[in-house]
């Protein structure tokens, strides 16, 4: 059946078809970089880091390009409250940007374009839309006629009569409709700007990803994604002037992940519920954070609280046990009898639901109980009298496969103990053998004061931390 995506434009699933066999173009809207991104800004980073990594995962060349938008209303306010200069900012939140998804699990773009990058290419680009009709310059500001453009509507699924004035458009007065938005914005003194035909000024914001995706993808793209919020106005106003200018389909499917309350309530500063990750990710194992995120499937909204991260954690720690033991068994293993086939169908067929259930539009929850259902039966295997060490080295194998696609590599013991920790275990377990159980009893206190708990298994002694 392959795999099927909910396209936001035709809101159905359809089969995946990329425009060319093998490789995919993908494209995924980006922050304004004036500050630490919050959880809501994460999701989609996560999300569609899966869905970039699934693709992978079944054999496409994925070219994925996320951009940044350098040059904004809020980045000015910000750089001049700061007494900064707007790239000095910009460049700072940008490797904070990094710092924070890199710790998330998340591999960097094939290409990360800033706004400031390109203003010669959205001048042309403006300039072809001005030629073509479909914009008018009005005091040195630029807008597109969204009424010049037949299709507007069509990802929101309203007509143009319907529409209200969404987000970043402002009616100025001096336009001809109050829903033409702005392709370019006339500079205010001190303003960062730049040179154009139709004055000093920068660019509209909707602008700047059709520009930037047209750049390094090209006319049109496979996946256009982003968060729901997104919807309208920004993605219509990206179809609108990126298929008046090509005259071709801009996007081909269109993604867009639910929201995040917290505590049931919608996130904002206003009621001091605002949680930056730079700050969460002190406090919550990020890989925890990312294993939340994808407990949900991508387009149902989220729901934060510290009882649901919690039960997060355990789930995840479930799994992590799991594997651990099956790593200390490995040691202890050989190649005897003719368990191998019964066992390894057991575990292709756990791929085979989640392969199935990442098929469905990317459904990360049914994937991942499909990896709880791996541990199950990794845990009924640990009791057989005598393990193989093929049927192990395959679960362990499956078992980073089908993490690696979640972005949820395994933590290994020996790179979380220092060397003084290391020398304690040992020496709890010399102790143990000569049947020094004081000692082994103060090694073991030790340790928890330092935040390492002990469990003493039939497969060896385990550690976790407290």
Known sequence: MGIQIFNSLTRKKEPFIPLEEGKVKM?????????????????????????????????????????????????????????????????????????????????????????????????????VLIDKGYAYEAQGDVYFRTRSFDGYGKLSHQSIDELKVGARIEDSGIKENPLDFALWKSAKEGEIAWSSPWGHGRPGWHIECSVMAREHLGDTIDIHAGGQDLTFPHHENEIAQSEAMTGKQFARYWMHNGYINIDNEKMSKSLGNFILVHDIRQKISPRVLRFFMLSVQ???????????????????????????????????????????????????????????????????????????????????????????????????????RLMGVLGLPFEQEQDLLDEDVEQLIEERLTARREKNFQRADEIRDVLKQQGIILEDTAQGTRWKRG
């Not at 995962?57 to 306010?77: M, P, Q």
């Not at 940007?97 to 990360?112: I, P, Q, S, W």
């Not at 005897?336 to 639901?353: A, F, H, M, P």
């Open 27 to 127: 494209y995924v809207c980006g922050p304004t970089v004036y500050n630490y991104i919050h959880i809501g800004n994460a999701r989609p980073v996560i999300v569609f880091d899966t869905v970039r990594k699934y693709l992978e995962y079944r054999g496409y060349e994925v070219n994925f390009v996320s951009n940044f938008t350098d040059v904004d209303d809020k980045i000015i306010k910000t750089a001049n409250e700061l007494g900064e200069e707007v790239g000095e900012l910009t460049d700072r939140f940008i490797n904070a940007y990094f710092e924070d998804v890199g710790a998330l699990g998340c591999t960097k773009a094939n290409a990360h374009p800033r706004v400031t990058e390109h203003i010669d290419d959205i001048v042309e680009f403006i300039q």
């Open 298 to 400: 991508y387009r149902h909204p989220v729901n934060f609280s510290q009882e649901l991260v919690e039960s997060a954690a355990n789930g995840l720690e479930r799994i992590q046990t799991a594997y651990t033991n099956l790593q200390h068994r490995l040691d202890l293993s050989a190649d005897l009898g003719d368990q191998q086939d019964i066992w390894t169908y057991k575990v292709d067929e756990v791929v085979r639901q989640f392969e199935e259930a990442m098929d469905d539009d990317f459904n990360t929850a049914n994937a991942i109980a499909a990896i709880f259902e791996l541990a199950k039966t990794a845990n009924v295997y640990l009791k057989e009298k005598n393990t193989q060490t093929t049927v192990l080295t395959y679960f362990i194998e499956t078992f980073d």
